[in-house]
């Protein structure tokens, strides 16, 4: 339930905000919801650590995404000193 709220709240935050820290927030939020679900359904079966495990390489991923985020973010609001994501397809030129 509480893994469950979690990816509802990163959700609505994904698709309601329109900052691009707080869409990284949220991000994050929704992939520490998928972890905790893994490691409540490990705890089913402690003899088997597979919940634990592939959770451990979604937080590797999550913190890579986190770094390239990052550094995405600050690469666009040096060009166009914002971080709100509508001005986000103006890149293309």
Known sequence: VVSALLFT????????????LVLLMSIEL???AVNL???AFN?????????QIFAFFVI??????AAVGLAIVLSFFRVRKTIRSDEADLLRN
């Open 9 to 20: 709240i990163g959700a609505v935050g994904f698709l309601l905000r329109r900052n691009l």
């Open 30 to 32: 929704m992939l520490n």
């Open 37 to 39: 679900t893994l490691v």
């Open 43 to 51: 705890r089913q079966s402690p003899a088997n650590h597979s919940g």
């Open 60 to 65: 590797t991923i999550a913190a890579a995404e």
